[in-house]
């Protein structure tokens, strides 16, 4: 014997549709007036309908060319949903139908219904049921919404999945078990958060990120060399080791200092970015330990592609527009620049567009307007650049001075010189001299300039996003040769300003590098040694402040008026920018009347320190090794006399003195050398 139908696996009844009813009503002869008069008629019986009325059979009206039929809807109470779920009755409750049953004809329904309530009849004895059509017979349409107790369809379902219908009766029950549902999925979502704290510790308990000596692994990464370490559980600890620093007091462990968790922040930096020990240190040393987390962060991505656009040739509004008719995605790069367009995506190579063929735009980073907009050149003036290549700078000069006055492009770089040619002539820029020179002797060659422009060549810790290379080949002795070349040509760059010039008188100084031997100790050797120079600001508005003190060194007070741009702060490219005003003459000009005269060569040699810098170890021993106490005596008693100079004293009271020890120094030196032989 099959399975009968009511033992199949119930469902939720689809939802009734009044429209499909009053179709099929006008399809078994119903009137489209007569269907709708129904429809509005049960709706209207719906919605008065008491909660709390007794169990009765309704009635309906015959049709219209129909005969009156006296079957009997089943009844039910009109209590809520879960009030008729506790008080209903074996014998009153009808069996659901399932889904299948819900699809057939109501001749199918009707047979169910009359086998399992034919015992139920209304007050007149007629039994109750739908009859056998539920659509042509004539009985009311039947909503279970209201007055039939809802059903459970499966083991697994709970009244919550049935389909209720939001009443003034139940709605303090169905907000409640919301209430009950939205509270259960808070307690399951914090659970999930504590499951997560175990291994990110964002719970606010002590994260265990030191680990003791004997461990076999550090931390969860495997100390062995041949394997490469976890870079998830290396990022998971260094956001930990972060915020312990941020908060030591509360957050470290007993025992641990703050040298302990700065050396493993450190060594898991170097892990994660690929940094070298000395480099990662130094640049660790600019920041607090959650900002130079982001630094470190920002130099692993590549900053935006910008164009400047050359307004000898066109305006930004109309290369803007002939861009986007070329399907390129740009806007202004900022308010502080009027020449600057951000490029964000770009159909077309930028290199090589009839745009900048014709030289309207020339392809530049957003940090490198900064120090002409600084220098701020005037009309009619006489500008020096230094270090000139590619042309950026010096075409942005240009184009500044709208091609009057006078331009001296110089680079020690003969081939780099090409390129700065070529910029110069596609951009349209007449005023400019290219030049090859060591900038270090220009002012041998040429000064009075009005102002001059020196971008030095630096170690690039700005630019670690354009050129990854500098994380590992950067050394300490790097940062010993490089703020020795700078503060030479700094001191040439003030050297060839004109003081008097009623214009200018101005040299900006800029690297493109973060470190602080290059930039504020630079600063300061030139303040010290050019005591006829002042920093001014710079006129850019914004940036961060300079540094005054460092690792216990303290600088000028006016260092203040320089400027530092960082990757995570500005998006733009690592870069200082400081500004001096020459307000007298050099001192080995020439200029300072009050100083006794002495030997040109000699004033040259103990101001300006023009010693090439050794490129190889053997240059290197040959011109910093082998020190011969007896000659260093000559150079001693010249810095003396140097020092007496600067004091008003007169350096020729001790001249005898001074001529003794040469002859001696000359006695010692022709004895090595007759030994040597």
Same mark, same amino acid.
């Given at each position: 014997?099959?399975?009968?139908?009511?033992?199949?696996?119930?469902?939720?009844?689809?939802?009734?549709?009044?429209?499909?009813?009053?179709?099929?009503?006008?399809?078994?002869?119903?009137?489209?007036?007569?269907?709708?008069?129904?429809?509005?008629?049960?709706?209207?019986?719906?919605?008065?309908?008491?909660?709390?009325?007794?169990?009765?059979?309704?009635?309906?009206?015959?049709?219209?060319?129909?005969?009156?039929?006296?079957?009997?809807?089943?009844?039910?109470?009109?209590?809520?949903?879960?009030?008729?779920?506790?008080?209903?009755?074996?014998?009153?409750?009808?069996?659901?139908?399932?889904?299948?049953?819900?699809?057939?004809?109501?001749?199918?329904?009707?047979?169910?219904?009359?086998?399992?309530?034919?015992?139920?009849?209304?007050?007149?004895?007629?039994?109750?049921?739908?009859?056998?059509?539920?659509?042509?017979?004539?009985?009311?349409?039947?909503?279970?919404?209201?007055?039939?107790?809802?059903?459970?369809?499966?083991?697994?379902?709970?009244?919550?999945?049935?389909?209720?219908?939001?009443?003034?009766?139940?709605?303090?029950?169905?907000? !409640?078990?919301?209430?009950?549902?939205?509270?259960?999925?808070?307690?399951?979502?914090?659970?999930?958060?504590?499951?997560?704290?175990?291994?990110?510790?964002?719970?606010?308990?002590?994260?265990?990120?030191?680990?003791?000596?004997?461990?076999?692994?550090?931390?969860?990464?495997?100390?062995?060399?041949?394997?490469?370490?976890?870079?998830?559980?290396? !990022?998971?600890?260094?956001?930990?080791?972060?915020?312990?620093?941020?908060?030591?007091?509360?957050?470290?462990?007993?025992?641990?200092?703050?040298?302990?968790?700065?050396?493993?922040?450190?060594?898991?930096?170097?892990?994660?970015?690929?940094?070298?020990?000395?480099?990662?240190?130094?640049?660790?040393?600019?920041?607090?330990?959650?900002?130079?987390?982001?630094?470190?962060?920002?130099?692993?991505?590549?900053?935006?592609?910008?164009?400047?656009?050359?307004?000898?040739?066109?305006?930004?509004?109309?290369?803007?527009?002939?861009?986007?008719?070329?399907?390129?995605?740009?806007?202004?790069?900022?308010?502080?620049?009027?020449?600057?367009?951000?490029?964000?995506?770009?159909?077309?190579?930028?290199?090589?567009?009839?745009?900048?063929?014709?030289?309207?735009?020339?392809?530049?980073?957003?940090?490198?307007?900064?120090?002409?907009?600084?220098?701020?050149?005037?009309?009619?003036?006489?500008?020096?650049?230094?270090?000139?290549?590619?042309?950026?700078?010096?075409?942005?000069?240009?184009?500044?001075?709208?091609?009057?006055?006078?331009?001296?492009?110089?680079?020690?770089?003969?081939?780099?010189?090409?390129?700065?040619?070529?910029?110069?002539?596609?951009?349209?820029?007449?005023?400019?001299?290219?030049?090859?020179?060591?900038?270090?002797?220009?002012?041998?060659?040429?000064?009075?300039?009005?102002?001059?422009?020196?971008?030095?060549?630096?170690?690039?810790?700005?630019?670690?996003?354009?050129?990854?290379?500098?994380?590992?080949?950067?050394?300490?002795?790097?940062?010993?040769?490089?703020?020795?070349?700078?503060?030479?040509?700094?001191?040439?760059?003030?050297?060839?300003?004109?003081?008097?010039?009623?214009?200018?008188?101005?040299?900006?100084?800029?690297?493109?590098?973060?470190?602080?031997?290059?930039?504020?100790?630079?600063?300061?050797?030139?303040?010290?040694?050019?005591?006829?120079?002042?920093?001014?600001?710079?006129?850019?508005?914004?940036?961060?402040?300079?540094?005054?003190?460092?690792?216990?060194?303290?600088?000028?007070?006016?260092?203040?008026?320089?400027?530092?741009?960082?990757?995570?702060?500005?998006?733009?490219?690592?870069?200082?920018?400081?500004?001096?005003?020459?307000?007298?003459?050099?001192?080995?000009?020439?200029?300072?009347?009050?100083?006794?005269?002495?030997?040109?060569?000699?004033?040259?040699?103990?101001?300006?320190?023009?010693?090439?810098?050794?490129?190889?170890?053997?240059?290197?021993?040959?011109?910093?090794?082998?020190?011969?106490?007896?000659?260093?005596?000559?150079?001693?008693?010249?810095?003396?006399?140097?020092?007496?100079?600067?004091?008003?004293?007169?350096?020729?009271?001790?001249?005898?003195?001074?001529?003794?020890?040469?002859?001696?120094?000359?006695?010692?030196?022709?004895?090595?050398?007759?030994?040597?032989?």
């Amino acid at each position: 014997m099959g399975v009968g139908r009511r033992m199949k696996k119930q469902g939720p009844p689809e939802p009734l549709d009044e429209a499909h009813f009053t179709n099929l009503k006008r399809k078994a002869g119903m009137s489209v007036t007569e269907s709708r008069a129904e429809a509005q008629q049960y709706a209207k019986k719906q919605r008065t309908s008491a909660s709390g009325a007794e169990k009765r059979i309704r009635k309906k009206k015959p049709a219209a060319g129909k005969e009156k039929d006296n079957t009997k809807k089943p009844f039910t109470n009109g209590l809520p949903a879960t009030q008729q779920k506790a008080k209903k009755k074996p014998e009153a409750v009808p069996l659901p139908m399932s889904d299948d049953e819900d699809m057939e004809e109501d001749s199918d329904a009707a047979d169910l219904m009359n086998d399992e309530f034919d015992d139920l009849s209304g007050s007149d004895g007629t039994p109750g049921g739908l009859g056998d059509d539920f659509l042509d017979s004539g009985s009311e349409v039947y909503d279970s919404g209201e007055d039939h107790p809802k059903a459970m369809f499966s083991d697994d379902e709970d009244e919550s999945d049935a389909e209720e219908k939001l009443t003034a009766a139940n709605i303090a029950g169905l907000s !409640r078990k919301l209430d009950e549902q939205m509270l259960q999925e808070a307690e399951d979502a914090q659970a999930e958060l504590e499951d997560a704290a175990m291994q990110t510790n964002i719970a606010g308990d002590r994260p265990h990120i030191l680990e003791d000596e004997d461990d076999e692994d550090v931390g969860g990464v495997k100390t062995n060399a041949l394997l490469a370490p976890d870079l998830q559980l290396l !990022r998971t600890r260094i956001n930990d080791t972060v915020r312990v620093l941020d908060d030591f007091s509360n957050l470290s462990e007993e025992g641990r200092s703050r040298a302990e968790y700065t050396a493993q922040l450190l060594k898991d930096i170097c892990a994660y970015y690929g940094y070298s020990q000395y480099l990662a240190e130094k640049l660790f040393n600019l920041f607090p330990p959650k900002e130079a987390f982001a630094f470190f962060e920002a130099n692993e991505t590549a900053r935006p592609v910008v164009i400047r656009t050359n307004t000898l040739r066109t305006h930004r509004r109309d290369l803007a527009t002939a861009l986007i008719n070329r399907g390129v995605t740009l806007e202004p790069v900022g308010k502080w620049s009027k020449v600057g367009l951000q490029i964000f995506e770009s159909g077309v190579p930028l290199g090589a567009t009839p745009e900048y063929l014709a030289g309207q735009y020339i392809l530049q980073a957003a940090s490198s307007f900064l120090p002409v907009m600084a220098l701020a050149p005037q009309e009619n003036e006489r500008v020096l650049d230094m270090a000139s290549a590619p042309g950026g700078k010096t075409t942005h000069i240009a184009a500044l001075m709208k091609n009057t006055g006078c331009i001296f492009a110089n680079d020690s770089n003969k081939s780099r010189a090409k390129g700065l040619i070529g910029n110069i002539h596609r951009m349209g820029v007449k005023n400019t001299i290219v030049c090859n020179y060591d900038a270090r002797e220009f002012p041998k060659v040429m000064g009075g300039f009005d102002r001059v422009l020196l971008d030095a060549p630096c170690s690039g810790t700005g630019v670690i996003a354009k050129d990854p290379s500098v994380k590992t080949n950067k050394t300490e002795k790097d940062f010993l040769m490089l703020p020795h070349l700078q503060k030479q040509l700094l001191l040439a760059a003030i050297d060839s300003v004109d003081h008097s010039s009623k214009t200018g008188g101005y040299i900006v100084y800029s690297t493109c590098s973060v470190t602080v031997e290059e930039n504020e100790q630079v600063v300061q050797y030139a303040l010290t040694k050019r005591p006829n120079v002042k920093l001014v600001e710079t006129g850019l508005v914004f940036g961060k402040e300079g540094f005054t003190a460092y690792m216990g060194k303290n600088f000028d007070k006016s260092l203040k008026m320089t400027r530092r741009y960082y990757p995570h702060a500005y998006n733009v490219d690592g870069f200082f920018v400081s500004k001096f005003k020459k307000t007298g003459p050099s001192p080995g000009a020439g200029g300072n009347a009050s100083a006794p005269a002495v030997k040109k060569d000699v004033d040259e040699e103990l101001l300006v320190d023009r010693r090439p810098i050794p490129q190889t170890d053997e240059d290197e021993d040959e011109a910093f090794g082998g020190f011969d106490e007896d000659e260093d005596e000559v150079y001693i008693e010249r810095a003396k006399k140097n020092l007496m100079k600067r004091k008003g004293l007169d350096p020729r009271s001790n001249k005898g003195d001074a001529k003794k020890k040469g002859e001696e120094t000359t006695k010692t030196r022709t004895k090595k050398a007759v030994e040597d032989k």
